[in-house]
């Protein structure tokens, strides 16, 4: 069974950094995506960062140059890290793995960005 399990959130002052992991149960190297989606509070859940089976990445506008996201096959894990974060970057953090017609969802991990 496919479990995501998210970690390294928290709260954090505009400007500084965090790194969210993402605990993939061994797809990594199957999954055509595995994506980070936010929600903040009162907005619809967007994609913020995807990187693709070759390793190609991709992200929102609202985040290039700011986050990055990597994977280490070998650990199963997927990470977002986070630098210049903006109050706007407040949001429950979720990891998304898409394999063919599946996709699957972790638990999400908080992110507050305030001073």
């Known amino acids: 069974q496919v479990q995501l399990v998210e970690s390294g959130g928290g709260s954090v002052q505009p400007g500084g950094s965090l790194r969210l992991s993402c605990a993939a149960s061994?797809?990594?190297?199957?999954?055509?995506?595995m994506n980070w989606y936010r929600q903040g509070p009162g907005k619809q859940r967007e994609l913020v960062a995807t990187?693709?089976?070759?390793?190609?990445?991709n992200y929102a506008d609202s985040v290039k140059g700011r986050f990055t996201i990597s994977r280490d096959i070998a650990k199963n894990t997927v990470y977002l890290q986070m630098d210049s974060l903006r109050f706007e970057d407040t949001a429950v953090y979720y990891c998304?793995?898409?394999?063919?017609?599946?996709?699957?969802w972790g638990q999400g991990t908080q992110v507050t960005v305030s001073s």
């Open positions: 061994g797809i990594i190297s199957s999954a055509n995506t």
């Open positions: 990187i693709t089976r070759a390793g190609n990445t």
């Open positions: 998304n793995a898409r394999v063919v017609i599946s996709n699957y």
